[in-house]
């Protein structure tokens, strides 16, 4: 766990952190390299991925990364897609709602006015917007391995500091989510997300394809539902999602958070 950690940490804040450093004035950039930094193309979020698969050839060879792909598997209960394609839309738009009830304007709904931004949105985010790029490691490599010594919640709250704290550098770059969101309310959603991951891979037969739909259906809501341009959205989106949690621990357990068959 140390080595893909430090591996992951490595590979992406080795791209983040001279844009970090550049963003704040610290650091000057040649045009070239500023450039390619602050592109689309910037590797830095598949820093987990090429740790999974590095250790996992490292450590087991070609069985091992089989193994790894094996588990972007459909070999799960299709009530499972409910959830994972519903459930962030359905916090976001509560979340909205109840913030305009509570006296904010509502915003405008450009995005979802147009399916083909939608429907682009949504493969782009799969691809490039996290998704792809990090749960072959944070589910499919360490998931896997902290559930091994710690319950399923433990494994979960370990796993959502590590997470938050690998999007450090974020914070100090212009334009991200992460920097127009107050650190503790960011490290408060990405623990209680990683939870809700766990309750998503554990429950769908360890399908590293369902938590990457799941994490998807997560960005492109906060993408096309404006929930966290409203004053109050992303503190009710705050609540929301830390109820859900501890409605989700007590039905079904902080030992494997799966309903036993």
């Known amino acids: 766990m140390a080595a893909f950690f430090t591996f992951a940490f490595g590979f992406t804040w080795l791209f983040w952190l001279p844009q970090a450093l550049a963003s704040t004035g610290l650091l000057t950039l040649p045009a070239p390299l500023s450039d390619f930094l602050f592109s689309p193309f910037n590797p830095a979020a598949f820093g987990p991925l090429v ?10 060879g070609t069985a091992g990364v089989k193994n790894l792909i094996k588990k972007l598997n459909t070999g799960f209960g299709k009530r499972w897609l409910a959830p994972v394609f519903l459930l962030h839309p359905a916090m976001a738009s509560t979340a909205l709602l109840l913030a305009v009830a509570s006296g904010d304007p509502l915003p405008s709904f450009e995005a979802l006015s147009n399916p083909v931004f939608v429907a682009v949105a949504f493969v782009y985010i799969f691809f490039l917007g996290g998704p792809f790029q990090e749960e072959w490691g944070w589910r499919g490599y360490a998931l896997e391995r902290l559930q091994r010594r710690w319950s399923a919640l433990v494994s979960s709250l370990l796993l959502g500091l590590v997470w938050g704290a690998w999007h450090a550098p974020l914070f100090l770059i212009p334009g991200t ?18 939870i809700l991951f766990t309750w998503v891979y ?11 739909l799941f994490h998807t259906m997560n960005n492109i809501s906060l993408a096309v539902i404006p929930t966290l341009q409203a004053t109050l959205g992303g503190l009710y989106l705050l609540v ?3 109820v859900l949690v501890f ?3 007590l039905v079904y357990g902080p030992r494997t958070l799966r309903k036993e068959t």
């Open 51 to 60: 740790a999974a698969f590095s250790l996992s050839y490292i450590n087991h």
């Open 202 to 212: 554990n429950n769908t037969n360890n399908s590293i394809l369902a938590v990457m």
């Open 247 to 249: 409605g989700v621990v």
């Open 177 to 194: 989510i992460q920097s127009q969101t107050p650190a503790w309310g960011f490290m408060i959603l990405i623990v209680a997300g990683s």
């Open 240 to 242: 929301i999602n830390v």
